[in-house]
Every structure is written in structure tokens, then in C-alpha cells.
């Protein structure tokens, strides 16, 4: 093909996808549908037809594809100035930490870009605050994690993965970190010694399946991290930004980590933007020259991150998830028996682990998308709607609706 064939958007699916398929590299196994635009909670393909988007790429579309708001902020900043790097400073960054800060009722904000960066930003500053803090002796921190946990695919992160497609082939990995299960507070009291500096967790896991823990889980970590000196991370990249009906997952349990990660949503749904968050005793370790990056709290996304801060601020997203979501959940639990074994999750989140015998959560997206309804499984058999908090009740039921009579055709 010539580069003019190359670069100009595929107008068919077929062609679309052969392109991706002949020149980008294969590590994903995407659903069949070419996005050329999106509004609101709808996805329109390059030959036209819609789809209702229950994925929300990940939870980092929770405001919607196009949010006027967050669009229209992008748009001001592009017109000004977009990147200068951290050697000099730009009149975005500092009130974008200021508002964030202030969301999270912590001191101080570390901005990066992707998630992974986040949680690497994390643990780096978690070992270093036990070096400096805690004298943890050189090379001797540990941190503990959570088995089925997903915190995103650099070396380090996939080290502690209990995926092992994850990190077959991906060897030497990262030392200093100790697994133990999900939801099973007296495993973590267990793991912990002198030289734990950290314990990170999802408060929610989100790829392992939209697992909540125990009740008691997330309070007894609090208790035995301020016990034993030791810093409770909480990865809120996915489950964090209103997603759960709350701003952060840890309040529906009262709990406040030493150290938010904050990714996907803060960004807009337009720019990749990430975060460490933590008071000044935590994120103060970090001195000119020990951590950073090029792109991390450039006035593009500070810009839209700020805008995004003061829409978390009004609190309408946490309330229209919390709301929706007690309706998403009834309407899926009414499906148990009918090719739906379990529903899990929280707000506008939800894991649905359907029957094997009726096809895989690979068939059943495949079906949901023929249908218009875009979903994605996880696991082999679990299905997770996340769908952006625009979504309406009636949009919910008619893809509820799909979802129910894929599973009577694939019984059928
Ligand atoms: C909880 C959690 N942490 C970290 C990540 C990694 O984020 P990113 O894909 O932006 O690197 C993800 C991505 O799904 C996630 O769900």
C-alpha cells in the first residue's frame, strides 16, 4: 500500500481492521467495531451504526465521549500553550494540584500520564519514603499486594501479577514484593515486617472481575498500616472519579489511603493524565532530579484535569452512578437463572459472570456488539459493564434488554 492509501481513515470495517492487523502489533484481541466518533454514552462505526458503549474505555470515558465541558477547556488550552515540560513552570500546573489536592484532602499531587506510571511513581516514592522516613535498610523494602491485582504492564508492576499471561516471556522481574489474597486482611497482618513500607491494593479489583472485599477489609488495612508505620496505597485508576457512586471507592468504607493513584477519568477521556496524591510528609521525599517525566502535568492536561476536578467537585456524576447503578444491578440480578450466575460491583460497575454452557464472554460480547450494546469480558466468563455516568435508566434497560436476549438466543 502507499503511504496516501495508509493514512487516510479506512471507510469500511474490513479495511480498517486489516490495517491494524497488518501494522499494529498484535497485543490486544479487539471486538470487531471501528469507532469513527462518539457522543454522550454512543459510539458511531465507520459505516454508521451506533453502539451504546457499557465499557467506557475502562472507566476513563466516565463523563461521556465529547463532555462539552472538558472539550471546550481542551479547545481554550490548545489555543495557548500545550507543552513547555517541567523545566519551566506554566500557569496550569499549579492550580490543577491545588484543585486535586484539595479533592482528596491530601497536601500534594505527583502528575504523570498513564496509569502504569502512577503506580510505578507510587512505588517509587513509597520506597523512598521508607528509605528517608522509615530506615528501611538499602535494598531490603518489601510491599505488599494483592493476589488477581492489575496496576497496568511495566516490568515492575507485571512482577507482582498473578496473571501469567501477564508475564510469561517478560523475565527478570522486579524483587521486593509479597502477594497475598484479595479480601483477606490477617494474610496482610501476616506478610507485614520491619521493613514493609507499603501495602497496595485496589480498593475494588477491576480486571480480576469487579471484586468488592469484606467490609472489614479495607478498615483493618487502615488499622494495620498506621499500626506498623507502614503506607496504604490505594490504585483508585479504574474505581476511583465517581465510578462507584462515591469519588473515591475507599468511602464507601470510610477509609483514607496515605497514597491515592489516579488515572483514566482524570484525563477527560482526552488526554492521558495520572497522579500520586499524598501529604507532604509522603510525597515530600521526592527531590529535584529523582523522578519525572517529559509529558507528566503539561498544561494540556493539567488544563483538562483541572476542569475535571470541578466536575467531580458538583458531585452530579457520583450521584447519577450511585443512582443508576442500584437500577443496573437490579436489572441484571433479575437475570440469575436466565444465563447470569452472579452480579457483582458497585454504581455504574458491574461484573456479571455468565453460565459457560451458554458460550464464552467472548461469544456473548460478540453478540452483545452485533446487537449494538459494547461490553467486555474479562476472564473467560465474566462480562463488566462500566458504561460512561451519562447513561440513562432507559438506556440501561434497552441494554439490558440486548444482554437478555443474546442469552436466550445463545440457549436457544
Ligand atoms: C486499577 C488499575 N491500575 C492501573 C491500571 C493501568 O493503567 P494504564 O492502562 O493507563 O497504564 C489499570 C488499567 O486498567 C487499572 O485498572
Known sequence: MTMAETVAPPSSTAAAIALDDAYAAHNYAPLPVVAASARGAWITDVEGRRYLDCLAAYSAVNFGHHNEEIIATAHRQLDAVTLVSRAFHSDRLGPFCAALAQLCGKDMVLPMNSGAEAVES?????????????????????????????????????????????????????????????????????????????????????????????????????????????????????????????????????????IYL????????????????????????????????????????????????????????????????LHLHARLRALIGHGVLAVRGMGLWAGVDVDTRLGTGKQLSLALAKRGVLVKDTHGSTLRFAPPLVITAEEIDWAIEQFASALDEAGR
Open 122 to 258: 507510587g512505588i517509587k516514592v513509597a520506597r523512598k519514603w521508607g528509605a528517608d522516613v522509615k530506615s528501611v535498610p538499602a535494598g531490603m523494602a518489601n510491599i505488599i499486594v494483592a493476589d488477581k491485582n492489575f496496576h497496568g504492564r511495566t516490568i515492575s508492576i507485571v512482577s507482582f501479577s498473578s496473571d501469567e499471561s501477564a508475564r510469561g516471556g517478560f523475565g527478570p522481574f522486579t524483587p521486593g514484593f509479597r502477594s497475598v489474597p484479595f479480601g483477606d486482611s490477617d494474610a496482610v497482618a501476616a506478610a507485614i515486617d520491619e521493613h514493609t513500607v507499603a501495602v497496595l491494593v485496589e480498593p475494588i479489583q477491576g480486571e480480576a472481575g469487579i471484586i468488592v472485599p469484606p467490609d472489614d477489609y479495607l478498615p483493618r488495612l487502615r488499622a494495620l498500616c498506621t499500626e506498623n508505620n507502614v503506607l496504604l496505597i490505594a490504585d483508585e485508576i479504574q474505581s476511583g472519579l465517581a465510578r462507584t457512586g462515591q469519588t473515591f471507592a475507599c468511602d464507601h468504607w470510610g477509609v483514607v489511603p496515605d
Open 262 to 325: 489516579l488515572g483514566k477519568a482524570l484525563g477527560g477521556g482526552v488526554v492521558p493524565l495520572s497522579a500520586v496524591v499524598a501529604d507532604r510528609s509522603v510525597l515530600g521525599v521526592l527531590n529535584p532530579g529523582e523522578h519525572g517525566s517529559t509529558f507528566g502535568g503539561n498544561p494540556l492536561a493539567a488544563a483538562i484535569g483541572t476542569t475535571v476536578v470541578e466536575i467531580l467537585q458538583r458531585g452530579e456524576f457520583q450521584s447519577r452512578s450511585a443512582e443508576l447503578g
